[in-house]
Structures are given as structure tokens and as C-alpha cells.
């Protein structure tokens, strides 16, 4: 995750019962072997804790209220003022992305944008027990690449000038996440927590692709986001949560609606859906969850629609020495419409960092039906659902390093599948590719 700070590869016991903000650790220079298992290892707390819990490492911290595997790398940079500790962290990806470079089809596009995200925390120790902690997520996606997003084949969900978009991915608001949570240390095996947001991510699917370790060095939105963690910039949340040992559930009221086609302004709040999630991390480098939500009315251009949707996911990270890890995360998602059948998703995606290189690969497998695909009525039946495969393969180099800010130079290329009632529009195997530059933060020591 880009959200903070590395995981130190010099590991030593904790005491049981000092919390993560106050734990002592080895500073000697002996550096883990390259090839040791740290699966069954205690991890070293650095001076910052989760920032849901006092006794649980920062590195757990996901989007919203989610958990990652404890040994997951953390990227950014951090400094402390007084009883406060602040921590900031981003990425940028300045590319060219040629969907159908082939023109196999009729629906490719091509585009020179720049998907970013800014974000800073803050948190402090309330008391002995007490942990406030503070979130503000940045985007200017659609300064850059303006209210239509980016050109994505197959992608679907939410509208611009009143149209659904469709092959585009919709931009990022402005202001995705201005939130605030506090929580209580019960014992050190359980803590309580309430967390507000607007906008914030309700207790519902896995940790937000561009958030994932298994999926930070590539630029693209998968097209099941909308199956599996589309609600990650949600205007109104409230979340209470209680942790157990590796254990925590957590309950969400939120608004249902998705984000409407002004960036820059906030929607109103209306906590109308509901939603829960369990979550298990049975050793520091897995982390599992199943949730389901009710979601009032999220698409402007159906207001009518209610959404049942359900999702479980694991993600596992294996540290390899210092900036070198692998990491994969599988999700399957289900939506459930009133009066429809189910659409179901799936996702395998997985990353290899060895220092200066990162491979990734993203599998996915959606059904998606007509209407979502805004095919012509006269042609297609708008409520069959058309399933739809595609892999992805990447990598980027670190190129040039200034400041603690590493600039990777990248390329990716995406193949589709669609049922074969859609050559017609797509083509047999639509081809994309992309080429960046991806800025973004060191690996902290």
C-alpha cells in the first residue's frame, strides 16, 4: 500500500501488553536474509500504530476501515509535531493508453491523462487507551482527464452529461476521502472503533484496487469495480467496528448513491444503504474478508435500482528483503438486482517487486448485461448478461530517484474476451496498451 511507511525487515518480539505507538525495537543493522520466512515472525511495531487500533502494526491500514496483511510494504513519509504523528503519501501516472490498438472493434479509444491520488493522515494518542486518527484522500482525475474519465473497454458505471458511461473509467472526485475515527483499547487483544466519513468507504469488499499491495504499480480500474469496491468514495459514512484477537466485525449506514458528475462539489448525505464486513488475518501475511451490503439507488440513471452486493476476498504478501515482496489478492463479487438474476465477478491479480522492477498481472471475469454495456436495443436483449474475460500483464522500472520520490517507466498490455455476440462491436480479442511514467513515494526505513 502507498500509505505510509516500509515494513522493517529487522523483526523482534513485542512486549504483550505495550501498544504499537510505544513499542521498542532492535535498531541494529542486521538485515533479514533475503529468502527467510517471516510467515510465523512477530513483525516489528514502528513508532506509528494502525490507525484503528494501539496494538496492531500501521502497516495493517487498508482504504476506509479495511486490513491488509501486516507485512505488506508501506510507501510515504512521516514526521511528528508534539502528541501528533502525520503521514502523507500519493502516486501519479502521466501515460498514453491506446484501447483496440488494433481497432478490432469500434468502441477502443486513445488518451494522454494522469491518474492520481493525494493523501495525508494524522493521528494522536487520546488518553492511554485512546487513538484519534484523521484521513483526507486527494484526486484531480477529472481536471485532467475531464468528466469522462478514461478509455477503458469494458468498463461500466456511473454517467457524464447524463449519459452512462461506458469502455471509460468515470474520474475520482476531487475530495475522495474526509474522514475521522476514534478508537478504544478494550484489552490488547480488542479494541472498538467509530469511524465517519464525507466522503468515506463504508465496511463493504476488499481494500480498494489502487490501495492493494497486490495492485499498486498499475495504472487501470478493473472492470468488476463495480461488483466488488466501487463504494470506496461514498458522501456519508459511519462505521462502528470491534476487533478480537485476528478477528473484526463491522457494521456501516451510508449513503447508497455513487458519486454524481460534479467532482468538485459534495453530494448530499443520506444513509439509506447498510452494509457489514468480517474480517481475519490468521498470520501477518494474509488478509481475509466477506461482506454484503444493501445499496439504495446507486446509479443516477436508475434510480429505482437496489443492490444486494457481496463480496469476499483474501490477499497474501510475502516480503523478500528490502523492496522485494510478492503479492496477490483474489475478490469475487456479486451483485444482486431486485426482479434480475445475479452478476457475478472475479479477480486474480498479483505483483512482483524486486527492487527496481515490478511485474504485475490482473485476470478478471465479469458478466455484464446489455443495458450495461448500453448495446442497441434492436440488436441485443438489455437484460442478458454478456460475460466478459480479460488479463492483463505490466511492469515498470525505477528509473530515477529525487528526494524520496521515485520516478518508474512502464508499459502494460490488456487482451478481452467477450461472449461472442459482441465481435460485432468490440472484435474477437480487443488488444490495449499502455505507456507511463509512475511517480511515486520511497519505501521508508
Known sequence: MYASAQYDTRIKHIPKHKPADSAEYDDGEEEMD????????????????????????????????????????????????????????????????KQDITN????????IDAPDMLMGMAQRKIGTKGLLHFNVMLSTDAIIAGGSGYPLLFQTGESWKNQPLVDRQHPHDLFSELSASYSYALSDKSDAFIYIGYPGEPALGP????????????????????????????????????????????????????????????????????????????????????????????????????????TASATYVHPMGKNKFVSATAVLGQNLIDGQDASNSALLEATLKLKKLALYTRYEFVQKTGEELNLPGIIYRLDKQYPVHALTLGGSYDVYSFKGVTMAAGAQLAAYKGDKALNSLYGEMPISGEVFLHFYPRLMN
Open 34 to 97: 533475503d529468502d527467510m520466512d517471516m510467515s510465523d515472525q512477530p513483525k516489528k511495531m514502528k513508532s506509528m500504530p494502525s490507525a484503528l487500533s494501539l496494538y496492531l502494526p500501521m502497516n495493517r491500514n487498508g482504504s476506509g476501515t479495511s486490513w491488509l496483511p501486516d507485512a505488506a510494504p508501506m510507501y510515504g513519509y512521516m514526521m511528528h509535531h508534539k502528541e501528533w504523528m502525520f503521514m502523507s503519501h500519493g502516486d501519479i501516472y502521466i501515460r498514453y493508453n
Open 207 to 310: 481494500v480498494t484496487f489502487m490501495h492493494r499491495t497486490s495492485g499498486m504499480f498499475g495504472p487501470d480500474a478493473p472492470i468488476g469495480h463495480h461488483w466488488q469496491d466501487a463504494t470506496h468514495i461514498t458522501f456519508g459514512v459511519a462505521t462502528l467496528g470491534i476487533r478480537y484477537g485476528r478477528f473484526r466485525l463491522e457494521g456501516s449506514s451510508f449513503t447508497g448513491r455513487e458519486p454524481d458528475e460534479d467532482r468538485y462539489a459534495f453530494d448530499k448525505p443520506r444513509f439509506n444503504s447498510f452494509s457489514s464486513r468480517l474480517s481475519y488475518n490468521p498470520s501477518a501475511n494474509w488478509a481475509i474478508q466477506v461482506s454484503s451490503g444493501f445499496i439504495k439507488s446507486p446509479e443516477a440513471l436508475a434510480p429505482g435500482e437496489d443492490i444486494v452486493r457481496t
Open 104 to 111: 478490432a472493434g469500434s468502441r477502443g479509444g486513445d488518451k
